[in-house]
């Protein structure tokens, strides 16, 4: 390296390794390089000219620079070993670092819902059974949530196990600001005995629980209501619950990637896993192409129970 009262100045080179080999030179000669000139003799009359030069010095400038940004990095990573490489690949924070007190536990939950279900457990232990305001549900046999909107009259009969149930229902999309996946507004994907769809107003759906008629959620769901009653029950995809066929069940289309000039690439058919035999199912096309995109989501069915009765 040169000395303290030195510094490097750029020379014509006649090679591009030569540029490696610059003339140290004194603080006079950074003071004429810096007016342009070379700390050596002009250049002669016969050479490109004192401008051809001039607008050569910044790309050497930057050129040097480099090089030596390049070099002194490289010393910097010798020197440093084991810690240059711990900035770079990275170390693991211990379990918890960051985290609040008792926020480091792993939760083992697969949906929003047994995240809520193991809280309200927590919630419990630690402030007692008073239950959230906004958690007021209760589970089938099989942890659908349900909830009863409007109670029935039990005189005019109760909804069992191997009962004939005369219903009429929504299926819906839960709103953003549902707590607990069954209250607050939702938007309606189909509807039998409302005028929604196409049928009459006045229609209801016959069938006998138990049987495996019902998707499950609605099959457990539907029992202990009342005549008269309206209760929300929640159909997840999850443990077989919903209309979603259990395993890998899509279809691949590969016309789609042949439409679009890639040969060999497709899609998957997702209306492939819907259980076509399970209740409720929709009627018309649009309700058919909505509930497609939905059907496995946790989606809402409010029911009214609206007797009881043989097929």
């Known amino acids: 390296f040169a000395s303290p009262g030195a510094c490097w100045v750029p020379v014509r080179p006649s090679r591009r390794s030569d540029v490696a ?25 016969g050479s490109r000219g004192q401008r051809g030069h001039d607008d050569q010095l910044p790309a050497r400038r930057s050129l040097i620079v480099g090089v030596s940004s390049v070099v002194a990095s490289l010393g910097l990573l010798a020197a440093t070993g084991d810690a240059a ?3 770079v690949v990275g170390n693991k924070p211990p379990d918890g670092y960051g985290m609040g007190k008792g926020m480091g536990k792993k939760v083992k939950c697969s949906s929003r819902e047994e ?19 906004d958690i007021q549900y209760q589970k089938t046999p099989s942890g659908a949530r ?45 509807s039998l005995g409302y005028g929604e769809d ?4 006045d229609a209801v759906l016959t069938e006998t629980l138990g049987q495996g008629k019902f998707v499950k959620a609605l099959d ?49 058919k997702q209306e492939a896993c819907i259980q076509q ?35």
């Open 277 to 311: 035999d399970k209740l409720p199912q929709p009627v018309d096309f649009a309700s058919k192409r909505r509930f497609s995109r939905r059907f496995d989501e946790s989606l809402i069915v409010e029911v009214e129970l609206m007797g009881l009765g043989q097929k």
């Open 115 to 133: 995240c809520q279900d193991i809280g309200a457990v927590a919630e419990r232990e630690e402030f007692g059974n008073a239950p959230s305001k």
């Open 21 to 45: 080999s610059a003339a140290v030179a004194s603080p006079e000669a950074l003071s004429a390089r810096s007016r342009g000139f070379y700390a050596s003799s002009p250049p002669s009359a």
């Open 220 to 268: 457990e769901g539907i029992v202990g209501m009342a005549v008269g009653g309206k209760r929300r029950v929640q159909v997840r995809p999850e443990y077989g619950l919903g209309w979603r066929k259990p395993g890998k069940c899509a279809e691949a289309d590969f016309a789609v990637g042949a439409s679009v000039g890639l040969p060999g690439g497709g899609a998957e």
């Open 198 to 201: 196409e049928g009459p107003k």
């Open 146 to 190: 349900y909830k009863d909107m409007e109670e029935g009259k039990a005189a005019d009969g109760v909804a069992q196990i191997d009962s004939t149930v005369q219903i009429r229902y929504r299926v819906m999309r839960s709103g953003k600001r549902s707590a607990d996946g069954l209250s607050g507004e939702a938007s309606t994907i189909f």
């Open 85 to 87: 490489r711990a900035l």
